[in-house]
């Protein structure tokens, strides 16, 4: 069983940045994709970012895009979420995803629940972004 878990969240001004990390244990190999969603205050969850083991191919929101960067750390068994120029607009709660198939798009959540016990969700991290 896949277990992820969180860390890094924050308060931060605009402006600012902040790190999160999702460290995970149980992956065993290659053909993973790791994502991060987010979800604010009284709206849907939202898609961030994913990268997908087999290629290193990262994706984005356009809304992030330039600003926020995912990588991945295999002798830590981690991913990370690099925030920078953050805005309010970013306050939200942030999970962390894998799946064990070809990352799914970003704009459809329902294509991240888990089919497997490869697959797991994060509990989630706050991160609150001050004017």
């Known amino acids: 069983q896949v277990q992820l878990e969180e860390s890094g969240g924050g308060s931060v001004q605009a402006g600012g940045s902040l790190s999160l990390s999702c460290a995970a244990s149980?992956?065993?190999?290659?053909?993973?994709?790791m994502g991060w969603f987010r979800q604010a205050s009284g709206k849907d969850r939202e898609g961030v970012a994913a990268?997908?083991?087999?290629?290193?191919?990262?994706y984005y929101v356009d809304s992030v895009k330039g600003r926020f960067t995912i990588s991945r750390d295999n002798a830590k068994n981690s991913f990370e979420l690099r925030m920078d120029s953050l805005k309010p607009e970013d306050t939200a709660t942030y999970y962390c995803?894998?799946?064990?198939?070809?990352?799914?798009?970003?704009?459809?959540?329902?294509?991240?629940?888990?089919?497997?016990?490869?697959?797991?969700w994060g509990q989630g991290t706050l991160v609150t972004v001050s004017p």
């Open positions: 995803v894998t799946v064990s198939r070809p990352c799914p798009r970003l704009n459809t959540p329902e294509d991240w629940q888990p089919l497997n016990y490869l697959d797991a």
């Open positions: 149980g992956y065993p190999y290659r053909g993973y994709c």
């Open positions: 990268i997908y083991t087999g290629s290193d191919s990262a």
